[in-house]
């Protein structure tokens, strides 16, 4: 289908953006990298009479060192974020979950910030920025505030940033030197996970000191598997420790049922999965 009429502007700043945003109300759209509005467009689901483009902006590209995290701009491409080196060896759990996320098209055209902000439950960016700790930050007509992972995502495609605010960038504690691994379950390649666990370990010699856990697709939004990170600290990292700890990975969810399996089902996942990220990333 051919999308409705609308109007179209690329701003060259945040401020501009702002401005756009404020002068066309609810009748707005922000732009990004498009593999998320593009096809609502074209299917005629959403059809604002304004569309801002961010992809003139700068300000909002690249990966930069920002003390104890690291900072990515929000229009900063999947693939750029997975090939970045300071985000290789500080938040590796990011750089494994990106060589997961669709296929080499739509990570070269994609947005980080994009995709964070359009908060798709099943999406494989929130679990890992959650278990990380990240914070996002978030420009609107009263200035730039920080937003905690945890109060970010507020529900299916919500999340914290308000209509009239722009994501411009998400901060990423520095996990230097921890374990990672993205365990993403599909039936067919490029597909969205049914179930996907995000895991990084810390280890103390053969214990595991911390651990990070984060789920994809168990919920309305991403979650973290608290009660697996708190059976987790001070265990041996062995298979057993981990089985046993990987039990408690369905606390607090309420996974979806549909075509690709019912709520039952992605709770076994979640188990299964919890426990071979947890693994891998322990190295055991």
Same mark, same amino acid.
């Given at each position: 289908?051919?999308?409705?009429?609308?109007?179209?502007?690329?701003?060259?700043?945040?401020?501009?953006?702002?401005?756009?945003?404020?002068?066309?109300?609810?009748?707005?759209?922000?732009?990004?990298?498009?593999?998320?509005?593009?096809?609502?467009?074209?299917?005629?689901?959403?059809?604002?009479?304004?569309?801002?483009?961010?992809?003139?902006?700068?300000?909002?590209?690249?990966?930069?060192?920002?003390?104890?995290?690291?900072?990515?701009?929000?229009?900063? +491409?999947?693939?750029?974020?997975?090939?970045?080196?300071?985000?290789?060896?500080?938040?590796?759990?990011?750089?494994?979950?990106?060589?997961?996320?669709?296929?080499?098209?739509?990570?070269?055209?994609?947005?980080?910030?994009?995709?964070?902000?359009?908060?798709?439950?099943?999406?494989?960016?929130?679990?890992?920025?959650?278990?990380?700790?990240?914070?996002?930050?978030?420009?609107?007509?009263?200035g730039t505030r920080t937003v905690?992972?945890?109060?970010?995502?507020?529900?299916y495609f919500t999340t914290a940033?308000?209509?009239?605010?722009?994501?411009?960038?998400?901060?990423?504690?520095?996990?230097?030197?921890?374990?990672?691994?993205?365990?993403?379950?599909?039936?067919?390649?490029?597909?969205?996970?049914?179930?996907?666990?995000?895991?990084?370990?810390?280890?103390d010699g053969d214990t595991i000191?911390?651990?990070?856990?984060?789920?994809?697709?168990?919920?309305?939004?991403?979650?973290?598997?608290?009660?697996?990170?708190?059976?987790?600290?001070?265990?041996?990292? +062995?298979?057993?420790?981990?089985?046993?700890?990987?039990?408690?990975?369905?606390?607090?969810?309420?996974?979806?049922?549909?075509?690709?399996?019912?709520?039952?089902?992605?709770?076994?996942?979640?188990?299964?999965?919890?426990?071979?990220?947890?693994? +891998?990333?322990?190295?055991?």
């Amino acid at each position: 289908m051919i999308p409705a009429r609308f109007d179209y502007v690329a701003p060259a700043t945040v401020e501009e953006a702002l401005a756009a945003l404020a002068e066309h109300g609810d009748d707005a759209k922000l732009i990004a990298g498009g593999q998320s509005l593009l096809p609502v467009l074209r299917m005629r689901l959403n059809a604002p009479e304004m569309v801002v483009d961010l992809g003139r902006i700068e300000s909002l590209r690249g990966v930069s060192d920002d003390g104890d995290a690291i900072l990515v701009g929000a229009m900063t +491409t999947h693939a750029e974020v997975g090939v970045d080196p300071l985000v290789a060896e500080h938040a590796a759990l990011v750089a494994k979950a990106i060589t997961h996320l669709a296929d080499a098209q739509v990570r070269h055209r994609g947005t980080f910030g994009g995709a964070l902000a359009h908060a798709d439950p099943a999406g494989d960016l929130g679990a890992p920025v959650l278990a990380l700790g990240g914070e996002f930050l978030v420009a609107g007509p009263g200035g730039t505030r920080t937003v905690a992972a945890d109060d970010f995502f507020v529900d299916y495609f919500t999340t914290a940033v308000g209509e009239d605010e722009i994501l411009t960038g998400v901060r990423l504690p520095k996990h230097t030197g921890w374990g990672a691994h993205y365990e993403k379950f599909v039936r067919i390649a490029h597909q969205w996970p049914i179930v996907a666990v995000a895991a990084a370990v810390r280890l103390d010699g053969d214990t595991i000191a911390e651990a990070r856990v984060g789920l994809t697709n168990m919920g309305s939004t991403p979650l973290r598997a608290r009660a697996v990170e708190e059976a987790l600290a001070g265990q041996p990292a +062995t298979e057993d420790a981990v089985r046993r700890a990987a039990e408690l990975a369905v606390e607090g969810t309420n996974p979806p049922s549909d075509l690709n399996g019912d709520a039952d089902y992605r709770r076994h996942l979640a188990k299964v999965l919890t426990r071979r990220a947890v693994l +891998t990333a322990a190295g055991v």
